[in-house]
């Protein structure tokens, strides 16, 4: 039996070898340094956050007002123009409610990297920090360039932090032989790059990215050891690129008996879809050393199990076997590190004494590269993390961190492996009173229900000193025989429906430190890695149900961070100076709006399970204004619905000379006016608070209106044929580009995809019916101008906001494909065919006249 000793600091932050540290000022200075916190809150200022609060109030009164108009006032001659638009506008407005609730408390963090040095990684001493396991995703590499991959991989091992805590497993389900040579040449220049980063601190460690930053570094007078040494890295990575261009090339054309390995075996994935699991070691902290003699972190290609008639997900057991990190953070295969201290940034919170026993996960900003200077298509997603404003696409992040914390987005994502199995968080007795909401509405001095106090008798149960270390022995009989609490109530057989049926995997999930025993045999360990990525492995199991990633929506990220809220956890999003993590995205108008179908879909699959925040699970700790942030997150598609309705309104009205408002009086316009300038008031508030631009802001908007139009209109469509039907959606995974034929090329490639189709229609008819209403008012005279301008009003909104969409359609240097003219020439027949059966120049009198119809007017 080993014993259990407690190597980290006590939650005052004072190790016991910090007591001794001697009695000078300074060594005391440094004990109290280290005591103090590693992180806080910044609030925003209380002048802007309650003016701010002050506006969405009174924006709330006036648009009671506004609804007490338009539902008293009907329009009588277009009755049926007048019921849609006010179903609209009630839709935007509740969507605008749900979007603001969870704003209601944004906040700012601050973390302090050299507190969290004093505290678990001093100078001259063993690193107390813990170990960390990074997953990077891939699947087609024809599709994800395998350079980008290698960037990506090659930022992670040469991050700031301990060699032999930090572990990267590449994690390829396309099981593709280029991915695995292609990881083998990024190994081996590894050797070299790595020790060039830390001999030199730069940044970022991606070697494409930082070659490709425009810096005079002759200018500072920089040593010119320094200079020889950059010059000589960079023609290495010129000839590493060759090498890895090549390996493409040599991919393009598969081989009719598939491909063969260096020592002349089959390779065993040529069959994706039908392959046994494939682990390979590249790099380890004890057979990987750099050119300098030093050790290297580890590197891990893993590919799992496929069979046909199995569902293949993922994604952490194989790395709770061989390294068993305490945290995992996942990124994307085009996600490098953007600045080498992401993890000690995330570990200011995960190590925090006060925060990490109920931090389930630290999310950090995406940030992306190659994007055109006016971001066409919002790729750059700062509203989606920095603030959401009249979106009701996605909640705010910042102030989703001042209730339970920010959504997880699928990358960029530091877990604590506790939470991603399934257990509760250890939570204070401040933790468990009930929301904030219910208290204020309920009184505080109430006695306390029983589900209260159950959930307080067991989550104070559990402490850090709960958790036993095994040996291989104990394992191999059951885990019996501990008195750890978790071991007390599940038997031998509830361990394994729970975990699996591997006893040195189910024996990892105890270790809330992390790492494996070290009495374990490493050919025993690979021999049970490759057992846990079978694809049987997950059969009769809580794997996707209650632990680990979430299964039942391809935007499995958002079930499984919501189920970690749903248990009492808490998540903190972090956004320090510098971006730690940025990436490639779609640039061009086709990817970016599958990309959007994606996510809109993954959002109505939740929707329609039971998984479904609006009646999942309110025995549990899920916050309330919590719950309405995720409620928002899954709605926001049907929006699209009353979008595309209201869209089409105006030019419907233009046609038909009728409007959606009656005549005006002074008293209605007055509340119409004091709408605009709430909606106005609101925005650059929130704007100021954020820091966000007023062109990140428009692109925002009108990527809202493209997406609804579109992406989230057929994800409604998909996701029910799906829940009714059966009908299932494959995953696509979008293409990035590495714009090797000129700046932005990519922004250009048109791709027709049905998804054009209705933001085209909608197009084609507001410009159809801006022509018709003004045809009709020159015919009419100059009294028909003045009703004119209000029907022109919403139709040109409506055209603004799609623009950068028709930028798209036009391609570069406007040339226009044919499909667009040919869908636009249709379009534009029908209705024009529709505009002379109404005939708008000739007035009701000349039709009755022509009819034959005269009465006494005649």
């Given at each position: 039996?080993?014993?259990?000793?407690?190597?980290?600091?006590?939650?005052?932050?004072?190790?016991?070898?910090?007591?001794?540290?001697?009695?000078?000022?300074?060594?005391?200075?440094?004990?109290?340094?280290?005591?103090?916190?590693?992180?806080?809150?910044?609030?925003?200022?209380?002048?802007?956050?309650?003016?701010?609060?002050?506006?969405?109030?009174?924006?709330?009164?006036?648009?009671?007002?506004?609804?007490?108009?338009?539902?008293?006032?009907?329009?009588?001659?277009?009755?049926?123009?007048?019921?849609?638009?006010?179903?609209?506008?009630?839709?935007?407005?509740?969507?605008?409610?749900?979007?603001?609730?969870?704003?209601?408390?944004?906040?700012?963090?601050?973390?302090?990297?050299?507190?969290?040095?004093?505290?678990?990684?001093?100078?001259?001493?063993?690193?107390?920090?813990?170990?960390?396991?990074?997953?990077?995703?891939?699947?087609?590499?024809?599709?994800?360039?395998?350079?980008?991959?290698?960037?990506?991989?090659?930022?992670?091992?040469?991050?700031?932090?301990?060699?032999?805590?930090?572990?990267?497993?590449?994690?390829?389900?396309?099981?593709?032989?280029?991915?695995?040579?292609?990881?083998?040449?990024?190994?081996?220049?590894?050797?070299?790059?790595?020790?060039?980063?830390?001999?030199?601190?730069?940044?970022?460690?991606?070697?494409?990215?930082?070659?490709?930053?425009?810096?005079?570094?002759?200018?500072?007078?920089?040593?010119?050891?320094?200079?020889?040494?950059?010059?000589?890295?960079?023609?290495?990575?010129?000839?590493?690129?060759?090498?890895?261009?090549?390996?493409?090339?040599?991919?393009?054309?598969?081989?009719?008996?598939?491909?063969?390995?260096?020592?002349?075996?089959?390779?065993?994935?040529?069959?994706?879809?039908?392959?046994?699991?494939?682990?390979?070691?590249?790099?380890?902290?004890?057979?990987?050393?750099?050119?300098?003699?030093?050790?290297?972190?580890?590197?891990?290609?893993?590919?799992?199990?496929?069979?046909?008639?199995?569902?293949?997900?993922?994604?952490?057991?194989?790395?709770?076997?061989?390294?068993?990190?305490?945290?995992?953070?996942?990124?994307?295969?085009?996600?490098?590190?953007?600045?080498?201290?992401?993890?000690?940034?995330?570990?200011?919170?995960?190590?925090?004494?006060?925060?990490?026993?109920?931090?389930?996960?630290?999310?950090?900003?995406?940030?992306?590269?190659?994007?055109?200077?006016?971001?066409?298509?919002?790729?750059?997603?700062?509203?989606?993390?920095?603030?959401?404003?009249?979106?009701?696409?996605?909640?705010?992040?910042?102030?989703?961190?001042?209730?339970?914390?920010?959504?997880?987005?699928?990358?960029?994502?530091?877990?604590?492996?506790?939470?991603?199995?399934?257990?509760?968080?250890?939570?204070?007795?401040?933790?468990?009173?009930?929301?904030?909401?219910?208290?204020?509405?309920?009184?505080?001095?109430?006695?306390?229900?029983?589900?209260?106090?159950?959930?307080?008798?067991?989550?104070?149960?559990?402490?850090?000193?709960?958790?036993?270390?095994?040996?291989?022995?104990?394992?191999?009989?059951g885990i019996e025989g501990y008195?750890?609490?978790?071991?007390?109530?599940?038997?031998?057989?509830?361990?394994?429906?729970?975990?699996?049926?591997?006893?040195?995997?189910?024996?990892?999930?105890?270790?809330?430190?992390?790492?494996?025993?070290?009495?374990?045999?490493?050919?025993?360990?690979?021999?049970?890695?490759?057992?846990?990525?079978?694809?049987?492995?997950?059969?009769?199991?809580?794997?996707?149900?209650?632990?680990?990633?979430?299964?039942?929506?391809?935007?499995?990220?958002?079930?499984?961070?919501?189920?970690?809220?749903?248990?009492?956890?808490?998540?903190?999003?972090?956004?320090?100076?510098?971006?730690?993590?940025?990436?490639?995205?779609?640039?061009?108008?086709?990817?970016?709006?599958?990309?959007?179908?994606?996510?809109?879909l993954g959002s109505v699959e939740?929707?329609?399970?039971?998984?479904?925040?609006?009646?999942?699970?309110?025995?549990?700790?899920?916050?309330?204004?919590?719950?309405?942030?995720?409620?928002?997150?899954?709605?926001?598609?049907?929006?699209?619905?009353?979008?595309?309705?209201?869209?089409?309104?105006?030019?419907?009205?233009?046609?038909?000379?009728?409007?959606i408002i009656p005549e005006i009086?002074?008293?209605?316009?007055?509340?119409?006016?004091?709408?605009?300038?709430?909606?106005?008031?609101?925005?650059?508030?929130?704007?100021?608070?954020?820091?966000?631009?007023?062109?990140?802001?428009?692109?925002?908007?009108?990527?809202?209106?493209?997406?609804?139009?579109?992406?989230?209109?057929?994800?409604?469509?998909?996701?029910?044929?799906?829940?009714?039907?059966?009908?299932?959606?494959?995953?696509?995974?979008?293409?990035?580009?590495?714009?090797?034929?000129?700046?932005?090329?990519?922004?250009?490639?048109?791709?027709?995809?049905?998804?054009?189709?209705?933001?085209?229609?909608?197009?084609?008819?507001?410009?159809?019916?801006?022509?018709?209403?003004?045809?009709?008012?020159?015919?009419?005279?100059?009294?028909?101008?003045?009703?004119?301008?209000?029907?022109?009003?919403?139709?040109?909104?409506?055209?603004?906001?799609?623009?950068?969409?028709?930028?798209?359609?036009?391609?570069?240097?406007?040339?226009?494909?044919?499909?667009?003219?040919?869908?636009?020439?249709?379009?534009?027949?029908?209705?024009?065919?529709?505009?002379?059966?109404?005939?708008?120049?000739?007035?009701?009198?000349?039709?009755?006249?022509?009819?034959?119809?005269?009465?006494?007017?005649?």
């Open positions: 039996m080993m014993q259990v000793t407690n190597k980290y600091p006590d939650a005052r932050g004072g190790g016991g070898d910090m007591e001794g540290t001697g009695s000078n000022g300074e060594d005391m200075q440094m004990v109290d340094d280290a005591r103090l916190p590693l992180s806080r809150i910044v609030p925003i200022p209380a002048n802007q956050l309650n003016l701010y609060r002050i506006v969405i109030i009174l924006r709330l009164i006036i648009l009671c007002f506004f609804f007490q108009y338009r539902v008293t006032h009907p329009v009588r001659d277009a009755y049926g123009l007048w019921l849609v638009s006010v179903i609209c506008e009630i839709w935007f407005a509740l969507s605008w409610l749900l979007d603001q609730f969870p704003k209601w408390y944004p906040i700012n963090r601050e973390t302090y990297l050299d507190r969290l040095a004093l505290r678990y990684d001093r100078e001259g001493e063993p690193s107390q920090l813990c170990p960390i396991d990074i997953f990077v995703s891939t699947v087609d590499p024809l599709k994800e360039p395998p350079l980008i991959t290698a960037n990506t991989v090659l930022s992670i091992l040469a991050v700031d932090y301990p060699v032999d805590k930090v572990s990267c497993y590449v994690s390829d389900d396309g099981s593709a032989m280029l991915t695995f040579e292609s990881l083998s040449e990024t190994a081996e220049f590894a050797r070299k790059w790595v020790p060039f980063c830390k001999k030199h601190n730069i940044e970022p460690r991606a070697p494409e990215f930082y070659f490709q930053q425009k810096i005079d570094y002759l200018k500072d007078k920089i040593q010119p050891s320094f200079v020889k040494e950059r010059r000589a890295m960079k023609r290495e990575y010129e000839e590493f690129k060759i090498r890895i261009n090549a390996l493409v090339a040599k991919a393009q054309k598969v081989p009719e008996e598939g491909w063969t390995m260096a020592d002349g075996t089959a390779w065993p994935g040529n069959n994706p879809r039908d392959h046994p699991g494939m682990i390979q070691v590249f790099l380890g902290h004890s057979g990987g050393l750099d050119t300098d003699g030093n050790e290297l972190p580890r590197l891990v290609y893993v590919s799992r199990e496929k069979r046909p008639g199995f569902q293949h997900h993922k994604k952490i057991r194989v790395s709770a076997v061989l390294t068993n990190g305490a945290y995992l953070l996942n990124v994307d295969c085009d996600h490098y590190f953007n600045s080498s201290k992401a993890l000690r940034e995330a570990m200011c919170f995960m190590m925090d004494p006060a925060l990490g026993r109920k931090t389930c996960y630290v999310q950090f900003p995406q940030r992306f590269d190659g994007i055109d200077l006016h971001d066409r298509y919002a790729n750059r997603n700062i509203v989606f993390f920095d603030v959401s404003l009249v979106l009701s696409v996605f909640i705010n992040m910042k102030g989703l961190d001042g209730i339970q914390g920010p959504m997880y987005v699928g990358t960029g994502c530091c877990f604590n492996r506790q939470a991603l199995y399934g257990y509760d968080p250890v939570l204070t007795e401040a933790d468990l009173e009930p929301n904030i909401v219910v208290k204020s509405c309920c009184g505080g001095r109430k006695k306390k229900s029983k589900s209260y106090m159950d959930n307080k008798n067991r989550m104070m149960k559990r402490t850090e000193s709960s958790a036993p270390i095994f040996n291989m022995d104990d394992i191999e009989e008195e750890d609490e978790r071991s007390m109530l599940m038997s031998q057989k509830r361990l394994e429906k729970r975990f699996g049926q591997s006893p040195i995997f189910t024996a990892s999930t105890f270790m809330t430190q992390g790492g494996i025993p070290p009495s374990t045999n490493p050919a025993s360990l690979l021999k049970e890695a490759i057992h846990v990525i079978s694809c049987g492995y997950e059969d009769k199991t809580e794997w996707g149900k209650e632990i680990g990633w979430i299964y039942g929506s391809v935007t499995e990220d958002i079930l499984t961070g919501f189920k970690m809220h749903a248990r009492g956890w808490i998540s903190i999003y972090c956004m320090p100076p510098r971006p730690c993590f940025k990436g490639s995205a779609p640039i061009n108008l086709s990817d970016r709006l599958n990309q959007v179908l994606r996510w809109a939740i929707l329609f399970s039971r998984h479904c925040p609006i009646w999942y699970n309110y025995g549990g700790r899920l916050k309330l204004l919590e719950r309405v942030a995720y409620i928002n997150t899954i709605v926001y598609p049907i929006t699209s619905l009353p979008l595309i309705a209201y869209c089409v309104l105006p030019a419907i009205c233009l046609l038909t000379n009728k409007f009086s002074n008293y209605a316009g007055m509340f119409f006016i004091l709408m605009f300038a709430s909606i106005f008031a609101t925005g650059i508030l929130e704007l100021r608070w954020s820091g966000v631009g007023i062109e990140d802001w428009w692109r925002n908007e009108q990527f809202w209106v493209i997406g609804g139009t579109s992406a989230h209109l057929f994800a409604v469509f998909q996701g029910l044929l799906k829940v009714l039907a059966g009908i299932d959606t494959n995953f696509t995974v979008t293409s990035k580009a590495n714009d090797e034929d000129g700046d932005f090329a990519e922004l250009y490639v048109f791709k027709w995809t049905s998804l054009l189709i209705p933001p085209t229609t909608v197009l084609v008819i507001n410009l159809v019916g801006m022509v018709a209403g003004i045809s009709y008012a020159i015919n009419s005279g100059y009294q028909s101008w003045g009703p004119l301008f209000g029907k022109l009003f919403f139709s040109i909104w409506v055209i603004l906001h799609l623009y950068p969409f028709l930028k798209g359609l036009m391609g570069k240097q406007n040339r226009t494909p044919t499909i667009v003219i040919v869908w636009s020439i249709l379009l534009a027949s029908i209705f024009s065919l529709l505009w002379v059966k109404i005939d708008p120049f000739i007035s009701d009198t000349q039709k009755a006249v022509a009819m034959g119809q005269c009465g006494v007017n005649c």
